[in-house]
């Protein structure tokens, strides 16, 4: 990869980009070789990006029910 996208979003226009150019009819082989290469570089991150984002918010909801499960046993306390 030439070097890292600094966003998910940067990432994916990246891969937009290269797809673009390997579906042009004048791209040589050996171009699209290194566009594929970079492309598994950027799906890897892209991927590591939403699984990071998927965690965070597992861990945000986790947070929330614990708190909407407390209110609700404060709730059946009174």
Not at 5 to 26: H, N, T, V, W, Y
Not at 47 to 58: G, P, Y
């Amino acid at each position: 990869m030439k070097k890292a996208p600094k966003s998910f979003e940067e990432g994916l226009e990246r891969l937009q980009g290269i797809l673009a150019r390997m579906q042009e009819p004048d791209t040589p082989l050996a171009e699209s070789v290194k566009l594929y290469a970079e492309a598994a570089d950027l799906i890897q991150y892209c991927n590591k990006a939403l699984d990071s984002a998927k965690l965070k918010i597992e861990e945000i909801d986790t947070r929330l029910s614990g708190a909407s499960a407390g209110v609700g046993e404060a709730d059946d306390g009174q």
